[in-house]
């Protein structure tokens, strides 16, 4: 008799069988992003792009397969790795990545992220565009910076006729090539940029680099860089726009990865910086030792040149940040719906609503925002959208970039202690969730920027309180915030210091204002209620009694309806 049979316990078959596994809920994975988003459906046929329906339907079921899901994880848990010289010590600044990156590399490209509102402009072409990049970086935010960064120079390049036509054609094209090689070996290429130094980030006016002219100087000409860029994103892109300065001042720049001899162009990467987000994405050190470089837009005016495609990013970190509340938010719904406590369902327990209805509703206002701007963009001949996006892409990408982290780590506490575990796709949400608020102008620097367009083109203002108008009627508090804010924007020798204040607000009441015209009356009232009060909202899940928890949750959820 074996020592086990003497003590009664269980015959092995039962020992083995320790446990049985319960009460756990599924991967969220084989879903159509896109079906089961209501609010981003009516948004993309609202702002003017409902011809892109059908083909955004087969795009949120392809990158929703489990398999496909499953390249956003690889593309992080694997990072980039660089290497310097080849064996033999020929210098090749070669950036090595996981073929999973490469995979949503290739399909943000096929797609058009990178470019469709350009090859195929008109209506809603912006607004397609936005949709489609809402899905993808859902799935992965990483692989975001490169296409966003090519999307964005198109504007800027531009500006220098003769570069564009000879480089758009590339830069457009729907073929992903990332070979170390000549771009004029590629059928497609993509586009970096590096502004950065050392002792400046936001002021670039601080930049050492200097650009010397190679024969004649002036727009167009090639130039030789010579300086030190300390954040270079996206190293393995066949292009950068970069800024140096020239005799006549900070001036803007072409520079290629090769130079057309098909010699290495002398962009050293130093090494690659270890991030807490945007792993996928590596980003560099590097020195400029005498670069070939073809300088883009006038001499002395490189930030005017440049700010075209910061615009363009800065818009891109909206649909960024808006995403990732998207998914963290499907990702707490899916869990709460399946996982009960104390004898009901998360979803059930009347605090849990609270919270879940709270993250929903920050999430669609972000999208509903960033989808409004998506069609300012694509109306840009008109006054009234022109000056809209002047002033609300700032505003946008302060205020949803900001709010991100706060609603990623709630969205993780709502999955509980499987939420903080790296096997989850909470930790990459959260993050990735601080970094949009700081690249492409920081915080404070895009409360700065606000206030300045306002003081340059006080029209912006205008366009705004016009287009809060829209929904004047919509909800009580609504329109006493609006009229609250018409006093306190008025130029005062403290205004610098509300700042964030005053952007906060606009924010919000641009968001509340979207909400009450287009969203259910119901989301809208929430909105409104737990947003505009004198403090802001605080914390998620402090919703005010009388809120339509179940609609707010049901709407949001992450299934076909
Ligand atoms: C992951 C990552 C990738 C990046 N990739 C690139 C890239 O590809 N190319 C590139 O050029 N750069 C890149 N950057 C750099 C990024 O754009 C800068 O870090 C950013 O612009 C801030 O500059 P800084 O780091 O020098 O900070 P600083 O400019 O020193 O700012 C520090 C803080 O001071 C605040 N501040 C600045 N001025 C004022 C003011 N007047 N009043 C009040 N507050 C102020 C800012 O808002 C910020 O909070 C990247 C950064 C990150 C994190």
Excluded at 151 to 167: I, T
Excluded at 361 to 381: G, V, W
Excluded at 477 to 492: F, G, I, P
């Amino acid at each position: 008799m074996t020592a086990r049979d003497q003590g009664g316990v269980a015959p092995d078959r039962f020992l083995a069988a320790t446990h049985e596994v319960f009460n756990q809920s599924t991967e969220l994975a084989d879903y159509n992003l896109y079906a089961a988003d209501r609010a981003l459906q009516e948004a993309v046929a609202r702002e003017g792009a409902a011809s892109a329906q059908a083909g955004l339907l087969e795009f949120g079921r392809r990158i929703g397969a489990a398999g496909y899901l499953e390249l956003g994880r690889l593309a992080n848990q694997y990072p980039p790795e660089f290497e310097p010289n080849d064996r033999f010590g020929h210098r090749t600044d070669l950036v090595r990545f996981h073929p999973a990156y490469h995979a949503l590399m290739r399909t943000a490209i096929c797609e058009g992220l990178h470019a469709s509102p350009w090859t195929d402009p008109g209506p809603g072409a912006h607004v397609a565009r936005a949709a489609r990049y809402y899905l993808h970086a859902q799935i992965e935010a990483g692989h975001g910076c490169p296409i966003t960064m090519t999307f964005a120079a198109v504007p800027s390049l531009r500006l220098q006729p003769e570069l564009a036509a000879h480089w758009e054609p590339k830069i457009t094209s729907r073929a992903y090539d990332p070979d170390n090689r000549p771009a004029h070996e590629k059928a497609g290429v993509t586009v970096g940029m590096a502004m950065t130094e050392k002792q400046g980030g936001s002021d670039v006016r601080a930049n050492t680099t200097r650009a010397y002219p190679v024969a004649a100087p002036g727009p167009g000409q090639p130039y030789e860089l010579v300086g030190h860029k300390f954040f270079v994103s996206a190293p393995m892109c066949d292009l950068f726009l970069v800024l140096a300065q020239a005799a006549g001042g900070l001036t803007c720049f072409l520079l290629p990865r090769w130079r057309p001899d098909g010699s290495k162009n002398p962009m050293q990467l130093q090494r690659l910086k270890r991030k807490m987000g945007n792993v996928s994405n590596a980003s560099a050190e590097t020195e400029l030792r005498g670069a070939l470089a073809w300088m883009v837009g006038e001499e002395g005016r490189g930030v005017r040149t440049i700010i075209e495609m910061v615009a363009m990013t800065r818009f891109d970190c909206m649909i960024g940040s808006s995403a990732g509340m998207r998914m963290a938010t499907s990702q707490a719904l899916h869990h709460c719906s399946q996982r009960s406590a104390f004898g009901r369902l998360l979803v059930d327990q009347p605090l849990m609503k609270n919270v879940l209805a709270d993250l929903a509703l920050e999430s669609e206002a972000a999208l509903a925002l960033t989808m409004r701007i998506a069609r300012a963009l694509d109306d840009r001949a008109q006054e009234h959208e022109e000056l809209l996006t002047r002033l609300c892409t700032g505003v946008g990408k302060y205020w949803i970039c900001k709010r991100a982290p706060q609603h990623a780590v709630e969205a993780m506490e709502c999955i509980g202690g499987s939420g903080v575990m790296e096997d989850s796709p909470m930790p990459r949400l959260f993050r990735e969730s601080p970094v949009n608020a700081i690249w492409e102008g920081s915080g404070n620097v895009q409360c700065l920027d606000a206030l300045r367009a306002i003081r340059k083109t006080p029209a912006v203002v205008q366009a705004y309180f016009d287009e809060v108008a829209r929904a004047r009627g919509g909800h009580a508090w609504l329109d006493r915030h609006v009229e609250q804010l018409k006093k306190e924007l008025r130029a005062s020798p403290d205004i610098e210091y509300r700042a964030r204040d005053l952007v906060d607000r606009m924010a919000t009441i641009l968001q509340a204002a979207l909400l009450a015209q287009h969203a259910p009356h119901w989301m809208a009232d929430a909105f409104c209620r737990s947003r505009l009060d004198g403090l802001g909202h605080h914390q998620f899940g402090a919703l005010p009694a009388g809120v339509e928890f179940d609609r707010i949750i049901e709407r949001a959820m992450p299934r076909e309806s």
